[in-house]
């Protein structure tokens, strides 16, 4: 991973300090409950060995797949580790048993392979149920019967809950409340549950039981539809950096890049930024996206390219090689470049944090 990206211009800085702060942030937001810190897909791009081990106060971490958690286990994180994809086989039950590892149950196959397992040693699974989001879950009217098969099992560790929330990123979603009213209806307040995602954490409270789990916010994106007028206390963990390949003068007329989808409307100064689709860097745009160049925000004119994207820096006067190129940080934000390019800020990170050279700041958290 990453092999390419040492030598080539762009640059992600994280910043785990800010990682830190989201964390007890979101903790609080979540009225003090256990907080698992979601790390699969290499940390959205931040990189989950790093990630995890600065988080020496996270409650928990989850990965998608048992491969992730074994990898946490080997760079020595002792936490709580749930399998969210759950495992898809025998042997990967046995390394989840072996290495402490909590999966999620979710299919009768699970079930099948827990009780043909010869010792459980205790360990610790989470069930998780179909309140909606129709992916992955036993149906509610299974609950009970599936609960009894799983407290039938000698050996099997404290059984947990969980499900999904669909929609909880727009805060009038009828079927969020319908999914938490769901839950309510199954009466298993017994159980340890784990409801609320990011989302559910910043805006649902009747979603926040005893765990809850954080991703996107982690990492200083704001999940909710109110997001631009909320202002929460997230910082950006991740800030992508490039810079100048050169700065020419266009004339009113002239075309820029490929197709010619741009047509200078005036004379200008068009910078080459060393940054492109090979980054991660979003090829798909409308006309709004915008760089941070000396804490001026300068749009970005014409397509993207593999390796360059090209932008309005009429605004100077003195500009040259090499300058340093904000493509987001602070501002411009992650977010504001998702909505730019039509996506949502959890794929521009992931795409950058799998392609470029990734600097850390802000130390561990001894």
Known sequence: MNRYGANRHPRAIIDLEAIRHNYRYLKNAAGGNRLIAVVKAD?????????????????AFAVAAVGEALDLRRLGIGQKILVMGGFTSAAELDACIAAGIDPVVHHRFHLDCLEASGDLRNMDCWVKFDTG???LGFALDEATAVLERLQSMPGLGEIRLMTHLASADMLDSDFTRRQIERIRSLALDSYEWGIA?????????GARRQWARTGIALYGADPLSDRESAKRQLLPAMTMKSLLLAVNVHRSGDVIGYANTYTCPRDMKIGIVATGYADGYPRHKIDTARVGIRDRLCDVVGRVSMDML???????????????VILFGVSPHVSDLADCSETIAYEILCNVGAHVRREYVGGSSS
């Open 310 to 324: 090209t932008v309005d820096v009429s605004a100077f006067d003195d500009l040259d090689v090499g300058e340093e």
């Open 133 to 135: 989001m129709g992916r």
């Open 43 to 59: 940390a959205y791009g931040h990189g989950a060995g790093e990630v995890a081990q600065a988080l020496a106060e996270a409650d």
């Open 197 to 205: 995602n990011s989302a559910g954490i910043l805006g649902w409270p």
